[in-house]
T-cell receptor, first 115, second 116 residues
Framework: AQSVTQLGSHVSVSEGALVLLRCNYS??????LFWYVQYPNQGLQLLLK??????LVKGINGFEAEFKKSETSFHLTKPSAHMSDAAEYFC?????????????FGKGTKLSVKP | DTGVSQDPRHKITKRGQNVTFRCDPISEHNRLYWYRQTLGQGPEFLTY????????KSRLLSDRFSAERPKGSFSTLEIQRTEQGDSAMYLC??????????????FGPGTRLTVL
């Protein structure tokens, strides 16, 4: 069965600092992995996804993530935080792998950006 | 705007009442998902449709919950005899399966339900 663990429910960084949000997954089949961002009282917006191929994935708003099979990780990074990055971030794995089925989400990491 | 839309955005109801939510997916998308998100948690899967067929239901979807997608376009989620524990954000998502698509799910803004 698939599962997702996000380490740290709350991360705080200074504006301009590196953002690192951690995600580890468990999957019995080759995973499709996603990062979503959620602003207050809004739905989820896709930041980036890993399906197959290149393990370093670039997304919107300067975010990127690297799929590391040996570590079962898909950590999200951004070199320089901006105030507008303050939001909640969710890592997700596609159930059954590939393009089938629903998503299993982690519990989320709330990112705060200090001026 | 051609994104996923949900109506209403907010619903306050009294315990025991029935409520119905609507989701309009992106027009060409053949898959439609319902998720529930409670405070401090990630979204949890409830059910999904491929076209008009309901293919999977979570054990979270009790007998009081029913979902339909009658013509393979919009969907409704009904909760009967609401309980305080039903208070949550209900999210709808749609995706295009096939033709090389990777089941990227596009989410609506959600319906926030408060049961008093």
């Amino acid at each position: 069965a698939q599962s997702v663990t996000q380490l740290g429910s709350h991360v705080s960084v200074s504006e301009g600092a590196l953002v690192l949000l951690r995600c580890n997954y468990s999957s019995s089949v080759p995973p499709y992995l996603f990062w979503y961002v959620q602003y207050p009282n809004q739905g989820l917006q896709l930041l980036l996804k890993y399906t197959t191929g290149a393990t370093l994935v670039k997304g919107i708003n300067g975010f990127e993530a690297e799929f590391k099979k040996s570590e079962t990780s898909f950590h999200l990074t951004k070199p320089s935080a901006h105030m507008s990055d303050a939001a909640e971030y969710f890592c997700a794995v596609s159930v059954k792998g590939g393009s089938q089925g629903n998503l299993i989400f982690g519990k989320g990491t709330k990112l705060s950006v200090k001026p | 705007d051609t994104g996923v839309s949900q109506d209403p955005r907010h619903k306050i109801t009294k315990r025991g009442q029935n409520v119905t939510f609507r989701c309009d997916p992106i027009s060409e998308h053949n898959r439609l998902y319902w998720y529930r998100q409670t405070l401090g948690q990630g979204p949890e899967f409830l059910t999904y449709f491929q076209n008009e067929a309901q293919l999977e239901k979570s054990r979270l979807l009790s007998d009081r919950f029913s979902a339909e997608r009658p013509k393979g376009s919009f969907s409704t989620l009904e909760i009967q005899r609401t309980e305080q524990g039903d208070s949550a954000m209900y999210l709808c998502a749609s995706s295009l399966l096939g033709q090389g698509a990777h089941n990227e799910q596009f989410f609506g803004p959600g319906t926030r339900l408060t049961v008093l």
